[in-house]
């Protein structure tokens, strides 16, 4: 069992940046992949970035690469997303999620933060 919460949504302009933050708790850092997903209203969740139990990193959403970076801190117990250069179509809850596996064509995780807002006015 893993228990994630995120934190650092807020309100943001255009072109700036922010860092959101998850802490995890329960099962042993650094035995399980995180990632991050969002949700915009009106649309489906989608996949962000993920960072495996190794310390890879996958982005498969092209509208973010080389804007967000993920990162973890295994002495915190956490997963990190710096976001840069954000544009309004960034706007929506950001999720935490542990545990990730492959489902279909993206990416699901087994246990899932409450979520965090971010919107990016323009």
């Known amino acids: 069992q893993v228990h994630v919460v995120e934190s650092g949504g807020g309100l943001v302009q255009a072109g700036g940046s922010l860092r959101l933050s998850c802490a995890a708790s329960g099962r042993t850092f650094g035995t399980y992949s995180l990632g991050w997903f969002r949700q915009a209203p009106g649309k489906e969740r989608e996949f962000v970035a993920a960072i495996t139990s190794g310390g890879g990193t996958i982005y498969e959403l092209d509208s973010v690469k080389d804007r967000f970076t993920i990162s973890k801190n295994n002495a915190k117990n956490s997963v990190y997303l710096q976001m840069n250069s954000l544009k309004p179509e960034d706007t929506a809850v950001y999720y935490c999620?542990?545990?990730?596996?492959?489902?279909?064509?993206?990416?699901?995780?087994?246990?899932w933060g409450q979520g965090t807002q971010v919107i990016v006015s323009s």
């Open positions: 999620a542990a545990d990730l596996y492959r489902n279909g064509n993206s990416w699901a995780g087994r246990y």
